[in-house]
């Protein structure tokens, strides 16, 4: 239901436009001043108002571009008498929507009133579409200017415009839903339905009926029919996320309908068509599953038509800083305190590219989005990381990994070098932000890349 603030300090006014509105089937809010009204805006959600030109302390004109400094596309019809067409006209030039003369005929207003809220509901529309489809779901979120990622944001210009299965391979927080997502609302079936589905959270038979739907009494507790994500999805994309954990009973029948395009609800006879896109991802090596017979063989090859195996987070350190410029920014009115987050202490990027990230792109913004929490001041210090994460990344960093008679100078100067290679590459070979991210000076740091010989 559409709502409408009605602005009139006459007192009869309101209420009489609020009876009228009310029988067309608006939802109706009033206000007697101008203040009054920009105070119900600030909570409200409304969808048109309906405001005198002449009213005291602010007056049309003043609170339609008060209005319009919040909402440029909210519109506003301005009410006046005789003596106020020239500022009806002014306020036209400045974004009202129409203006109606006092007394008005009711028709006439209800015309006026209809025509602006459809078409600020095809704003809304539009907006919410390009919402979703260009900043939640577009490349905007998946983060990262490595090598690795510039090929996956190819594969997915690719893949998008086709209809072929999608296998994504990844371990766990390495985006894979993120990745369908781009993909479907990337492609000609943006507009239909995105449907997603964890194999892993339900048990057999619940699985089934969630997928296929069921009919009513085709088991105890089903009192109604129920379509399942197939019907759901018909026209659009279904995403199976942990499609490796699929019974072999539901392989089989997963397989009948990427072959025929057709089903039965649980406990029903009549089949079913769809039109459905199909993008799996698994957080296991599925060629190795079929080697283990845990897996059908046929079942594998209609699901990877195109493969794609996401990047590992330790295996694009250049990513982390942008990564974390993202989170800051997410998870900004986390903040407890109005001191803005600038980036990281200098020691705790050197944690981040020292470990090793078993938890992927989830686990970094689990650990930013607790630190923003936690800090105080205009940088993450260690102090503010969560402990568990702390004792994992020193435990990491502990001596079992070099040989017990490794020779301490040959040692020192291989890390080193090392150290000192990778900081340049992750800078873009900026040597002062190098030097600043192993915390030496600029002119150690040049005597440093002199010895090692590093061009």
Same mark, same amino acid.
């Given at each position: 239901m559409e709502a409408i603030l009605i602005v009139d300090d006459e007192k009869n006014y309101p209420p009489i436009l609020s009876a009228i509105l009310k029988e067309e089937g608006f939802e109706t809010l009033t206000a007697f001043s101008g203040k009054e009204a920009l105070e119900i805006l600030k909570d409200s959600d409304v969808d048109l108002v309906l405001t005198d030109m002449k009213m005291p302390f602010m007056d049309g004109i003043e609170l339609l571009e008060r209005i319009k400094d919040k909402d440029p596309d909210l519109p506003v019809i301005m009410m006046t008498a005789h003596g106020t067409v020239e500022k009806a006209v002014e306020a036209m030039q400045k974004g009202a929507y129409n203006y109606i003369m006092k007394p008005f005929d009711n028709e006439r207003l209800i015309i006026y009133v209809n025509k602006a809220t459809a078409m600020y509901r095809v704003i809304k529309e539009n907006r919410q579409l390009r919402s979703v489809v260009e900043s939640k779901y577009s490349f905007g979120n998946i983060i990262g200017k490595s090598k690795n990622m510039r090929d996956l944001y190819e594969m997915i210009q690719k893949v998008a415009p086709a209809t072929a299965t999608v296998l994504i391979e990844g371990e766990?927080?390495?985006?894979?839903?993120?990745?369908?997502?781009?993909?479907?609302?990337?492609? *000609?079936?943006?507009?239909? *339905?995105?449907?997603?589905?964890?194999?892993?959270?339900?048990?057999?038979?619940?699985?089934?009926?969630?997928?296929?739907?069921?009919?009513?009494?085709?088991?105890?507790?089903?009192?109604?029919?129920?379509?399942?994500?197939?019907?759901?999805?018909?026209?659009?994309?279904?995403?199976?996320?942990?499609?490796?954990?699929?019974?072999?009973?539901?392989?089989?029948?997963?397989?009948?309908?990427?072959?025929?395009?057709?089903?039965?609800?649980?406990?029903?006879?009549?089949?079913?068509?769809?039109?459905?896109?199909?993008?799996?991802?698994?957080?296991?090596?599925?060629?190795?599953?079929?080697?283990?017979?845990r897996f059908r063989e046929d079942l594998y090859f209609r699901l990877n038509v195109v493969h794609i195996v996401l990047p590992l987070l330790r295996h694009r350190q250049e990513d982390i800083r942008l990564l974390v410029d993202h989170f800051i920014k997410k998870y900004i009115s986390e903040r407890l305190i109005n001191i803005p987050i600038t980036g990281l202490d200098p020691e705790v990027e050197r944690l981040f590219y020292n470990y090793s990230w078993p938890g992927n792109v989830r686990e970094l913004e689990n650990v930013i989005e607790r630190a923003m929490v936690l800090c105080p001041g205009e940088k993450i210090k260690v102090s503010d990381l969560p402990n568990d994460f702390k004792f994992n990344v020193y435990d990491a960093q502990q001596l079992n990994g070099i040989p017990e008679n490794a020779k301490l100078y040959e040692t020192l100067y291989t890390i080193e070098k090392k150290m000192i290679k990778r900081a340049l590459r992750l800078t873009n070979n900026v040597h002062s932000e190098a030097a600043e991210l192993l915390g030496v000076g600029k002119s150690g740091f040049s005597k440093k890349i002199k010895k090692y010989e590093i061009d």
């Open positions: 766990s927080g390495t985006g894979k839903e993120l990745v369908a997502k781009s993909i479907h609302f990337n492609g *000609p079936r943006r507009d239909k *339905p995105f449907i997603a589905v964890s194999c892993s959270a339900l048990a057999e038979s619940l699985l089934e009926s969630e997928l296929f739907g069921h009919e009513k009494g085709a088991f105890t507790g089903a009192v109604s029919m129920k379509k399942g994500r197939f019907e759901l999805a018909d026209g659009g994309t279904l995403f199976l996320d942990e499609i490796g954990e699929l019974s072999q009973d539901l392989q089989v029948k997963l397989l009948r309908v990427l072959q025929d395009k057709v089903f039965e609800r649980v406990g029903g006879v009549r089949q079913i068509s769809v039109d459905v896109r199909f993008i799996t991802a698994t957080n296991k090596r599925l060629k190795n599953e079929v080697a283990e017979k």
